[in-house]
Nanobody, 126 residues
């Protein structure tokens, strides 16, 4: 089992920045692909960014490309999401997810992720 705990959410004005963190604990000795999803009220959960265990491969939702950056520190069992130039439409609950995977694997479908955090609220005011 792997437990995921997110932090770093909050209220920010449009154009501002936030950095989300997701700390993993438990059976973290294996390699894991990780990702950030978000879900706004009344909308489906969507994949925002994903990263392979090695960090060499990443994926971004089109609407966040050039504004968000995903990274990880395997020594700290932590994945980060740096969010810049935030927009009101980025308002959502952001959850991190993880699943065992090969070193270079990135998963793009939510059902491929086995472990989920509880989420952290990000609110962007206009």
């Amino acid at each position: 089992q792997v437990q995921l705990v997110e932090s770093g959410g909050g209220l920010v004005q449009a154009g501002g920045s936030l950095r989300l963190s997701c700390a993993a604990s438990g059976r973290t000795s294996s390699s894991y692909a990780m990702a950030w999803f978000r879900q706004a009220p009344g909308k489906e959960r969507e994949l925002v960014a994903a990263i392979s265990w090695s960090g060499a491969n990443t994926y971004y939702l089109d609407s966040v490309k050039g504004r968000f950056s995903i990274s990880r520190d395997n020594a700290k069992n932590t994945v980060y999401l740096q969010m810049n130039s935030l927009k009101p439409e980025d308002t959502s609950v952001y959850c991190c997810a993880a699943s065992p995977a090969g070193s270079g694997t990135v998963y793009r479908i939510r059902y491929e992720y086995r472990y989920w955090g509880q989420g952290t609220q990000v609110t962007v005011s206009s």
